[in-house]
């Protein structure tokens, strides 16, 4: 599967608690989003990045997250102190150099849970 | 700041049938793109159409075609021939077109509307 793939699936975690996410884009993908879907919501930006770059972020993003890319390659996004706010499905993006309108790809998302 | 707007958050439509999905937009832009996304239970999101603003024809793929109107900053989904795999939520992005090249090109989303197909 030449695909987004995202790590893991599924995370329960403690309030409190520091959890890690991982996105792997489509290979040479420069650039890579990060995205916030709560449920019955539409995604909402949270970051972007352009081969190791990041390039954007949204007021979403309070200081308890952070997101790096290391190498352009994969990106991580840690979520420092959960709290049950922070409950929703977490979606990473790549799309291609070239392409005109930037048409993005989409991962199945890790689905956080913070009790 | 753009806005999508989705006032539908939920239809249902019989196999074979016809059913159109609205979305309306705000923007003080003048070039973007317009898509609708398509969220099967449980699994990823993917791309179904896209409209480029600048272009007057509307998108067609296949069974799925939209009504772009640009003046009303209106952008509606018509899925035709409904097949019980279109069950799904279906979302309208907006997209604004970025003159640099460091630029992101992040979409913003409607907030949905769930489809069911009904055999």
């Known amino acids: 599967d030449t695909g987004v793939s995202q790590d893991p699936r599924h995370k329960i975690t403690k309030r409190g608690q520091n959890v890690t996410f991982r996105c792997d884009p489509i290979s040479e993908h420069n650039r890579l989003y990060w995205y916030r879907q709560t449920l019955g919501q539409g995604p909402e930006f949270l970051t972007y990045f352009q081969n190791e770059a990041q390039l954007e972020k949204s007021r979403l993003l309070s200081d308890r997250f952070s997101a790096e890319r290391p190498k352009g390659s994969f990106s991580t996004l840690e979520i420092q102190r959960t709290e049950q706010g922070d409950s929703a499905m977490y979606l990473c993006?790549?799309?291609?150099?070239?392409?005109?309108?930037?048409?993005?790809?989409f991962g199945p998302g890790t689905r956080l849970t913070v009790l | 700041a753009q806005t999508v707007t989705q006032s539908q958050p939920e239809m249902s439509v019989q196999e074979a049938e016809t059913v159109t999905l609205s979305c309306t937009y705000d923007?003080?832009?003048?070039?973007?793109?317009l898509f609708w996304y398509k969220q099967p239970p449980s699994r990823q999101m993917i791309l179904v159409i896209r409209q480029e603003a600048y272009k007057q024809q509307n998108a067609t793929e296949n069974r799925f075609s939209v009504n772009f109107q640009k003046a009303a900053k209106s952008f509606s989904l018509k899925i035709s021939d409904s097949q019980l795999g279109d069950t799904a939520m279906y979302f309208c992005?907006?997209?604004?077109?970025?003159?640099?090249?460091?630029?992101?090109?992040?979409?913003?989303f409607g907030g949905g509307t769930r489809v069911l197909v009904k055999p």
């Open positions: 992005a907006f997209m604004k077109q970025e003159r640099f090249r460091t630029a992101g090109n992040k979409l913003t």
């Open positions: 993006a790549s799309s291609p150099r070239l392409s005109p309108y930037n048409e993005q790809f």
């Open positions: 923007t003080s832009e003048n070039n973007y793109y």
